[in-house]
């Protein structure tokens, strides 16, 4: 028996829509840092899942750490961690990097700044008739 104005999102449906649709899942950064034979540098990859996949659950807990920057979250769903300090440290990124790897990071799944989670294409809802348009081809009723 249904419920009136409730709606039912099945979390299992709705990972595999998002899965789906999104298609990237990890955003890899890729660096150079110093090697230790002179005048050498040496590539290394930091991956970083995308908003979407965040575990709550690390979310949460980096909260609970009491550091509720991105930098906290950006440290513990990067793969390796050890990558992201190197990139902090000694690749020195800056603020305005970070920013745009945010934004990538946002980006790439589908979630934009300032849209939330329930623009999910898993909840369905009707659309509202448009109003009327007049154009050149049509008479306007008077």
Not at 40 to 59: G, I, R
Not at 67 to 74: F, M, P, Q, R
Request: glycine letters at 8%.
């Amino acid at each position: 028996m249904s419920k009136p104005n409730r709606k039912v999102i099945r979390l299992q449906e709705m990972r595999a829509q998002i899965a789906q649709k999104a298609g990237v899942k990890h955003v890899d950064l890729v660096f150079e840092v110093p090697s230790d034979t002179e005048g050498e540098v040496s590539e290394h990859t930091c991956s970083f899942l995308t908003q979407d996949y965040w575990p709550l659950a690390v979310v949460k807990a980096v909260e609970a750490e009491g550091d509720s920057n991105n930098l906290g979250v950006l440290r513990k769903i990067a793969t390796p961690p050890e990558a992201f300090d190197q990139l902090i440290e000694t690749a020195q990124l800056t603020v305005g990097e970070l920013t745009e790897l945010l934004k990538d990071i946002s980006g790439e799944a589908g979630t934009d700044t300032g849209e939330g989670s329930g623009s999910s294409s898993s909840s369905k809802s009707t659309p509202e008739p448009s109003a009327p348009t007049s154009s050149a081809t049509t008479p306007v009723a008077a």
